[in-house]
């Protein structure tokens, strides 16, 4: 196997680094049996950084045996080992933070400056943070609920977990699956997006420098259509966690079901942006700026429907669009690039199509091209902003995951809170007012798993993130999410030694005299 500590070229040198295959069962790289290969495509230049052999459903069987084989010394080890094991995965992620990065931008077109201020440090801190909640279940006190017994609560780990997750964050997400769900005293396997496996590798391999046991955590390569299939009806998976898109979500809930399974589903979102006639102006576009445009749109929290009170609507459009095109579009290891390619030419050609469509009922502002000259190759799209489109137009309502902002007028608060809540989605939003009413009803009223007030986007280890709605249910991070992956057991003593209870009368013979 490679050492990863010394890497030095500036691209991420993922065929070398990945000689050995992409597929991570019990711990070690062996190659996937499917009999079909996948190239993983550098987005801002359109080559092959990495063919590899697609995970087949034996080397589901076999990275499903192996966290079946690891489950009991992994849940039966202290919640201390756990922690310890943890903190030592977290200082190794540390080291090799630079190549994670390296690994992270190649294959998702990020900016080096989004994975090495953002990616990265993100999972770093939520192993910590799992490390310290692993010796923190939390649960009810026992007591002496019927009088004549002693209850307690014991939370259990699940078994098997076995996880899906998008080519958006790919290191982020494997992260969100893999930290609670091993923390809680599961194993797991984890299949990555198709395109984009090698930081979801790279995190299992420093889990097993970090000492964390092989089988603990498995990674699968493979189509979501034979590998995730298999996977997520396997009997042997006790728990499914899914992370991806809504109409993908729908056929991962109904496989799981046939084999009544658990599910924890992150799915789409449609973020509103709603802007109060109080509010910050200044501040409000540069939330509106970054929070749309974070990893070149392709966040399920990111703003992506502005609504802005009618006095202060014509101010917002042309000063968000003035800041959207300073914004330095560019290959993401050069200095200087504020934003890359999106992940793909098919995914940036699927947002085009939304704004070309979107010419005919609304005004383009600025952007809704892709880049020529050096940037020809790779799949980069200009920051867009779009005004005037219906509330009930394809680019208001569906998800396009592409650097893109709708901006809309809208008269009365009731009327701004009722169009932010219209859409299928309901995972993020965002206020902005200095009026501390208007603000505290706009958390209360918006149907989101998060509301931020007067800014947008900023997550945190110590908290929950989850939909709400067809965004899915079940929360990632913090000690929340420690409900999806373990379960709860009521134990029960008897305190009276009597051999024939008083409640045994509603069963055979009458009440018992004393
Ligand atoms: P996707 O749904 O196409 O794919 C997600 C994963 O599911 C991939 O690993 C894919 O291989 C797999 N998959 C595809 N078909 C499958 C099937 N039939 N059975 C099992 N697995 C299958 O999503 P994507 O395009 O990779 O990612 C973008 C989507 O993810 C967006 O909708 C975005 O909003 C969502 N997302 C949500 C969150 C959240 O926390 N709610 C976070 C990130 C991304």
């Given at each position: 196997m490679h050492n990863p500590g010394s890497v030095t070229p500036e691209r991420f040198p993922a065929q070398e680094y990945f000689a050995d295959g992409a597929q991570f069962i019990a711990g070690r790289l062996t190659k996937g049996t499917s009999g079909r290969t996948h190239a993983v495509v550098d987005p801002a230049t359109g080559e092959d950084v990495y063919t590899y052999e697609l995970a087949g459903t034996a080397d589901v069987d076999a990275a499903v045996a192996a966290a079946r084989a690891a489950f009991p010394g992994w849940s039966g080890a202290t919640p201390g080992e756990r922690s310890d094991a943890l903190h030592r995965f977290a200082a190794v992620l540390a080291e090799r933070a630079d190549d994670f990065a390296r690994a992270e931008s190649l294959q998702c077109g990020k900016p080096l400056k989004l994975t090495r201020e953002f990616d990265i440090p993100g999972t770093i801190d939520n192993t910590?943070?799992?490390?310290?909640?692993?010796?923190?279940?939390?649960?009810?006190?026992?007591?002496?609920?019927?009088?004549?017994?002693?209850?307690?609560?014991?939370?259990?780990?699940?078994?098997?977990v076995g996880s899906i997750a998008p080519w958006n964050y790919p290191l982020q997400m494997a992260a969100w699956k893999i930290l609670p769900a091993i923390a809680a005293g599961n194993t797991i396997v984890l299949k990555p997006a198709e395109l984009t496996?090698?930081?979801?590798?790279?995190?299992?391999?420093?889990?097993?420098?970090?000492?964390?046991?092989?089988g603990v955590i498995n990674i699968i390569t493979g189509t979501g259509k034979e590998a995730g299939e298999h996977l997520v009806g396997h009997p042997d998976v006790a728990m499914t966690s899914f992370t991806g898109s809504t109409a993908v979500g729908k056929r991962v809930a109904e496989i799981a079901t046939a084999t009544v399974k658990r599910i924890h589903l992150e799915l789409g979102g449609k973020a509103p942006f709603v802007v109060f006639d109080d509010a910050d102006l200044e501040a409000a576009v540069n939330g509106a700026v970054a929070g749309s445009?974070?990893?070149?749109?392709?966040?399920?929290?990111?703003?992506?429907?502005?609504?802005?009170?009618?006095?202060?609507?014509?101010?917002?459009?042309?000063?968000?669009?003035?800041?959207?095109?300073?914004?330095?579009?560019?290959?993401?290891?050069?200095p200087g690039t504020d934003l890359g390619p999106l992940i793909s030419h098919v995914q940036r050609d699927r947002v085009a199509g939304f704004v070309d469509r979107a010419r005919a009922y609304a005004r383009v502002v600025t952007g809704g091209e892709a880049p020529q000259g050096d940037l020809k190759n790779g799949a980069y799209y200009r920051p867009t902003l779009v005004a005037d489109a219906a509330q009930d137009s394809e680019i208001v309502q569906s998800e396009l995951f592409g650097p893109v902002l709708v901006v809309l007028p809208f008269d009365t608060d009731d009327e701004g809170i009722a169009l932010a809540n219209d859409t299928p989605y309901g995972l993020a939003a965002s206020a902005w007012s200095r009026d501390v009413y208007r603000a505290n009803r706009a958390t209360r009223e918006i149907k989101a798993g998060c509301v931020w007030i007067n800014d947008h986007i900023p997550i945190i280890s110590e908290m929950p993130h989850g939909g709400y709605k067809a965004s899915g249910f079940g929360k990632d991070m913090s000690a929340y999410s420690f409900e999806e992956y373990t379960q709860i057991k009521h134990v029960m003593f008897d305190n009276t030694a009597v051999a024939r209870k008083d409640w045994h009368r509603t069963i055979f013979g009458d009440r018992q005299q004393n």
């Open positions: 910590a943070f799992f490390a310290g909640a692993a010796r923190h279940l939390q649960g009810q006190s026992a007591g002496e609920y019927s009088g004549d017994h002693t209850s307690y609560v014991r939370r259990e780990p699940i078994g098997v496996p090698l930081t979801s590798l790279m995190f299992a391999q420093a889990a097993t420098e970090a000492g964390i046991p092989d445009l974070i990893n070149t749109g392709q966040d399920c929290t990111a703003a992506t429907r502005a609504y802005v009170q009618r006095p202060l609507y014509e101010a917002f459009v042309q000063k968000t669009a003035a800041l959207m095109a300073s914004v330095r579009v560019g290959d993401p290891f050069a």
